[in-house]
Nanobody
Framework: QVQLVESGGGLVQAGESLRLSCAASGRTFSNYLIRWFRQAPGKEREFVAA???????YYANSVKGRFTISRDNAKNTVYLQMNSLKPEDTAVYYC?????WGQGTQVTVSS
């Protein structure tokens, strides 16, 4: 069973940037699709971005052009670079591999 640990969240002002990390332990995930989701208070968890084994990337329309997902298979880590952050990006961000989820990392963007 893979364990996922997110980090890198914090409090920033609108327009600033953050980079989230998702580190995996246990089985490596280089051959798997890794996804980022987020959940804001009172809202359902929503898809943010994904990267597959070959490096192809997918984004929600709301973050396209601002967020970039990448992976370093040697470090068993997936990153989410978030630029031009907006208050509506405030949420707990989770990484996911198949049925495994991390504990989440809080991102708060003030206006």
């Amino acid at each position: 069973q893979v364990q996922l640990v997110e980090s890198g969240g914090g409090l920033v002002q609108a327009g600033e940037s953050l980079r989230l990390s998702c580190a995996a332990s246990g089985r490596t995930f280089s051959n798997y699709l890794i996804r980022w989701f987020r959940q804001a208070p009172g809202k359902e968890r929503e898809f943010v971005a994904a990267i597959n084994w070959s490096g192809s990337t997918y984004y929600a329309n709301s973050v396209k052009g601002r967020f970039t997902i990448s992976r370093d298979n040697a470090k068993n880590t997936v990153y989410l670079q978030m630029n031009s952050l907006k208050p509506e990006d405030t949420a707990v961000y989770y990484c996911n591999k198949e049925n495994s989820w991390g504990q989440g990392t809080q991102v708060t963007v003030s206006s």
